[in-house]
Structure formats: C-alpha cells, structure tokens
Nanobody, 123 residues
Framework: QVQLVESGGGLVQAGGSLRLSCAAS????????MAWFRQAPGKEREFVAA????????YYAGSLKGRFTFSRDNAKNTVYLQMNSLKPEDTAVYYC????????????????WGQGTQVTVSS
C-alpha cells in the first residue's frame, strides 16, 4: 500500500513554470512506477507522463514532450513534474499515481492515486 500527496500547484501566467511534487509513504517506493495524469474542467482525465522505478526511463504524452520533465528521488520518496512554458490549456487538476512494476499510460493500471493539485494558467 502506498499513499500519495501532491503539492506545488497554483496560479501562473502563460509562459511561466511550476514544479509539482508527489510524496509517497512506504518503504518500497523504489518498486513503484509513477505517473502523472490531469483532468481539465469538463474533460476526461488524461495521461501526462510516466517514469520507471529507477527513474532512468520516462514517457510523455506527445503534446507535452519538451515542456514537461518528470523525475524522481527514491531517497526522498518523491517524484517531480517540472512544467515550463505553460499554456492556458494546461489548466487542470494534476494527479500522481503509482503501480508496481513497469509504467503504463493507462489509468486503470494504477491502483494508487493522490488527491490532486490544481494548476491554473492564465492568459
């Protein structure tokens, strides 16, 4: 079992940056692949990025690659999503998720979720 707590969301102007964090409980954090998903108002929750257990492999939604960077610090049981050049369409609640083993882009493959953090990008 792992519990996830996101932080770092807020209001930012277009073109700005934010860094989201997701802190996990438990002593086996390094055995969990992690992912970020987001849900914009009135839309389905969508995949953002995923990272392997070691952090050496990452995968991004195509439209986000180059602007977002996903990293992890297993010693701190924390993952980070650095978001640069933010656009109004990035406005959403961002959720981190965890699953044992390899990462996936499919929400249903993740049994553990945080409560979400709001990111609002103004134009």
């Amino acid at each position: 079992q792992v519990q996830l707590v996101e932080s770092g969301g807020g209001l930012v102007q277009a073109g700005g940056s934010l860094r989201l964090s997701c802190a996990a409980s438990g002593r086996t954090f390094s055995s969990y692949a992690m992912a970020w998903f987001r849900q914009a108002p009135g839309k389905e929750r969508e995949f953002v990025a995923a990272i392997s257990t070691s952090g050496t492999s990452t995968y991004y939604a195509g439209s986000l690659k180059g602007r977002f960077t996903f990293s992890r610090d297993n010693a701190k049981n924390t993952v980070y999503l650095q978001m640069n050049s933010l656009k109004p369409e990035d406005t959403a609640v961002y959720y981190c998720a965890a699953r044992s083993g390899v990462y996936s882009t499919i929400q249903a493959h993740y049994p553990y979720w945080g409560q979400g953090t709001q990111v609002t990008v103004s134009s």
